[in-house]
């Protein structure tokens, strides 16, 4: 019985560290990665905002669909891959590439655009 007990703790005591090893680990990764960062792009109400972002090539760019409608993010040119349909809350991510100016638009509501400036 003493054992059994002593085991859960030890189980306990282990799950632990290695949460806070992992924590630990993502922080540093955000942190640490060269300095890049990540940029957000709300969609609400039928708009990307902020509509005109500039990042440094090798930077995250996330979107966010705060619409109740579906939204994409699509690629004038094809220049990155585009996004599925996102639902209300769902995210959509891309790494900046080469520097250029980068346009955008959702395919559902194709007045909907954006442009990404990536320097390097
Ligand atoms: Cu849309």
Do not use: R
Not at 33 to 49: H, L, P, R
Not at 69 to 85: D, L, R
């Amino acid at each position: 019985m003493t054992t059994l007990i002593h085991k859960i703790k030890i189980a306990a005591l282990i799950c632990g560290i290695s949460s806070v090893a992992l924590s630990a680990f993502a922080d540093d990764a955000a942190n640490s990665s060269a300095g890049s960062k990540v940029t957000k792009i709300e969609i609400k109400d039928f708009m990307f905002n902020p509509q005109k972002i500039t990042v440094k090539s090798g930077d995250k760019i996330t979107w966010t669909n705060k619409d109740e409608e579906p939204h994409t993010v699509v690629s004038v040119g094809k220049k990155f891959q585009k996004s599925s349909a996102l639902d209300t809350d769902q995210e959509y991510s891309i790494t900046a590439g080469a520097p250029g100016t980068y346009e955008y638009f959702c395919s559902v509501h194709p007045k909907m655009t954006g442009t990404i400036v990536v320097e390097k």
